[in-house]
């Protein structure tokens, strides 16, 4: 299993980007795979953000953000999406996806997850 993010930029306060987690799949099917968004700031642990189900039915995102991102995926692209809208500077970090088989409705550390990709900057000017 593959993961690599994409749509990463600088954004100012307010804005908006859409982050996108394309997987590329061998021995198990994308819809097999729970999703979830991380994120690290410089100099700080990497920090949960969202998950979700197999189906895309359940849902989970941290506090912090809930009512400004909103995370999807669409099965039938392999790709799994994170809508960031009302961006703040306290936002700016490397955001990470990852990939795993269980899925939880509560914050998850980041061993729960086996797969990761790269990562893509994302950085929001006051």
């Known amino acids: 299993v593959q993961l690599a993010e994409s749509g990463g930029g600088l954004v100012q306060a307010g804005g908006s980007l859409r982050l996108a987690c394309q997987v590329s799949v061998s021995e198990r099917p994308f819809n097999s795979l729970v999703m979830a968004w991380f994120r690290q700031a410089p100099g700080k642990e990497r920090e949960f953000v969202a998950t979700i189900s197999w189906d895309g039915e359940s849902t989970y995102l941290i506090d912090s953000v809930k009512g400004r991102f909103t995370i999807s995926r669409d099965n039938y692209q392999n790709t799994a999406y994170l809508q960031m809208n009302r961006l703040k500077p306290e936002d700016t970090a490397v955001y990470f996806c990852?990939?795993?088989?269980?899925?939880?409705?509560?914050?998850?550390?980041?061993?729960?997850?086996?797969?990761w990709g790269q990562g893509t900057q994302v950085t929001v000017s006051s």
């Open positions: 990852a990939a795993s088989s269980v899925f939880a409705a509560r914050r998850v550390p980041p061993g729960a997850f086996p797969y």
